[in-house]
């Protein structure tokens, strides 16, 4: 939990995306010198085969999975010399080595529309119903009031309703990416 008290995951998502993106700088200046390149190379990789996995869009497959497994090979011949500091996590080691193959089964679409944050999301709302807007003198009733709003919030009527949040502008950082060229190899674009 966070200081607040909330759960959450942070091996992937909001957390991946402000460590690869936003403060790459930052995690290169924590290692030696002789492999700052290296390993900022290492993260850009990272970042490039998050945001083609993470993708609703069209991918070429073998130009994907060369990417991922080079990135992967370069990681393990890199940073394990002698003194074998990196360990690869079973999620970076997924992203790296087996994600060309689920976004294959995926039709060559990256897997952002699998993904569980529509759930977590219900699971967080649910939550707040439960402990915000309904009646707590029994379970059952509490259960039913929760169940009630849901299912109101699930009508497509009273969805038709709910005002469209637009994303916000990307800053000036985000447009100019310098793994854009990359990003539109491996993309079908």
Known sequence: PDFAGHGGNTDKGAVCIRLLR???DVLVSLVDDHQKDAFREVL???WVCYRVYSSSQSVNIDRYKQFSLSLYSHILVSFNNDERWIRLSPTVHSLLAHGWELVERNGGIGVGELSE???EHNNKFLRSIRTSLSRKCS????????ITRMWIKSDPLVRSFTPVVHPRPRSRKEKSDSLDSVLRDIFNI
């Open 44 to 46: 850009e990789g990272l």
């Open 22 to 24: 936003d403060h790459r």
């Open 117 to 119: 944050a529509g759930l």
């Open 139 to 146: 379970q059952e009733v509490s259960l039913e009031d929760t």
